[in-house]
């Protein structure tokens, strides 16, 4: 019985492979949630939103870089080759999304501006059925209600609603800023890493938050003062090294990661967890107590993405069935 092989259907792995990026999109939604505690201690002690950003991206580009050179193995002409998307996602999915948040939290609350910008998956699918002319399947249809509502309840947004309409203008512009990272991230790209493009974004991200703030287009104000964290004092790196390592490093490269296994429609509903989670690092780390409106929005969020992955993963059989079965070594070597 030499040489002989057990075949197993190549679809097989399929399951297995969603659920690890699930699993990878839920755990960068999470080190996501944790930026709002990091970065609430830094502004309540004299930073401003944007020194923070371009703290945040210079310091996770630094830290990525090395790693990064690694991840090319000398191959730098990838770089070269692709040089247009590292600059399209840090430009957009990196500096333009936050310049556009913080802009419209200057005139709406943080919740309006929040729901805002999380529209994005909605506008994923619109922009999805208005490309493909066909109209999304009832579940996923459902799953983008349930997502949307959910975010509604957890953000309480209707407690104290301020609406200008020039925030409102922000907010959008982060939601297409938001999808267009999701598109970039999701593009399937062999030759340029996602170490590379997280470290290339995040670089070109932070040179043009700091040229925004050199000529005074965002205010730039840094504090050494101690922060508060977690009901005791400490220093101001302390959140920073969270921000930085956590919040952009680990998250990004996650993020990355998980939208090239699911898909820029269904990271992008994944990642309406993110908001989920802060909530909960709010309540652990500034001791801010869920309300148990915000709980019911959230399992209406984590419905609508199991609907949504449900019925993504629904139609992969259909475009796999041809895929000749993969040969597997059987157990026990030659000798069995």
């Given at each position: 019985m030499a040489g002989k092989t057990a075949s197993v259907p190549a679809a097989r792995a399929v399951p297995s492979a969603a659920a690890s990026g699930v699993g990878i999109a839920l755990l960068s939604s999470a080190v996501f949630g944790l930026s709002g505690s990091f970065a609430k201690s830094l502004l309540e002690a004299g930073w401003t939103p944007g020194a923070a950003v371009a703290v945040r991206m210079?310091?996770?580009?630094?830290?990525?870089?090395?790693?990064?050179?690694?991840?090319?193995?000398?191959?730098?002409?990838?770089?070269?080759?692709?040089?247009?998307?590292?600059?399209?996602?840090?430009?957009?999915?990196?500096?333009?999304?936050?310049?556009?948040?913080?802009?419209a939290v200057m005139t709406l609350s943080v919740g309006v501006a929040l729901l805002l910008e999380f529209l994005a998956p909605v506008l994923i699918v619109l922009w999805l059925w208005l490309t493909s002319r066909r109209m999304p399947r009832p579940a996923t249809l459902a799953g983008t209600v349930l997502s949307v509502a959910g975010l509604m309840l957890v953000l309480d947004v209707f407690g104290s609603v301020r609406m200008d309409p020039a925030g409102v203008l922000w907010g959008l512009g982060a939601a297409v800023c938001l999808?267009?990272?999701?598109?970039?991230?999701?593009?399937?790209?062999?030759?340029?890493?996602?170490?590379?493009?997280?470290?290339?974004?995040?670089?070109?991200?932070?040179?043009v938050m700091l040229v925004l703030g050199a000529v005074r287009a965002v205010p730039m104000g840094f504090s050494t003062a101690d922060v508060s964290l977690a009901g005791w004092s400490t220093e101001w790196w302390v959140p920073m090294l969270g921000l930085v390592l956590f919040s952009t490093v680990l998250s990004y490269v996650?993020?990355?990661?998980?939208?090239?296994?699911?898909?820029?429609?269904?990271?992008?509903?994944?990642?309406?967890?993110?908001?989920?989670?802060?909530?909960?690092?709010?309540?652990?780390?500034?001791?801010?107590?869920?309300?148990?409106?915000?709980?019911?929005?959230?399992?209406?969020?984590?419905?609508?993405?199991?609907?949504?992955r449900l019925d993504e993963l629904r139609s992969q059989p259909r475009r796999i069935k041809a895929v000749e079965p993969v040969p597997v070594p059987k157990r026990g070597g030659a000798g069995a």
């Open positions: 210079i310091g996770a580009a630094l830290v990525l870089a090395i790693p990064a050179m690694l991840a090319l193995h000398g191959y730098w002409h990838q770089v070269r080759r692709n040089w247009r998307t590292i600059v399209l996602f840090g430009l957009i999915g990196v500096a333009g999304c936050q310049l556009f948040y913080f802009n999808v267009i990272y999701f598109f970039i991230t999701a593009k399937q790209n062999d030759s340029l890493p996602p170490l590379v493009l997280a470290a290339g974004g995040l670089l070109v991200g932070g040179v996650t993020g990355i990661m998980a939208a090239r296994i699911l898909g820029s429609k269904v990271a992008s509903f994944v990642s309406l967890t993110e908001v989920l989670f802060a909530v909960l690092w709010a309540w652990l780390l500034l001791g801010e107590l869920p309300a148990a409106i915000q709980l019911l929005g959230g399992a209406l969020i984590v419905a609508g993405v199991v609907l949504v």
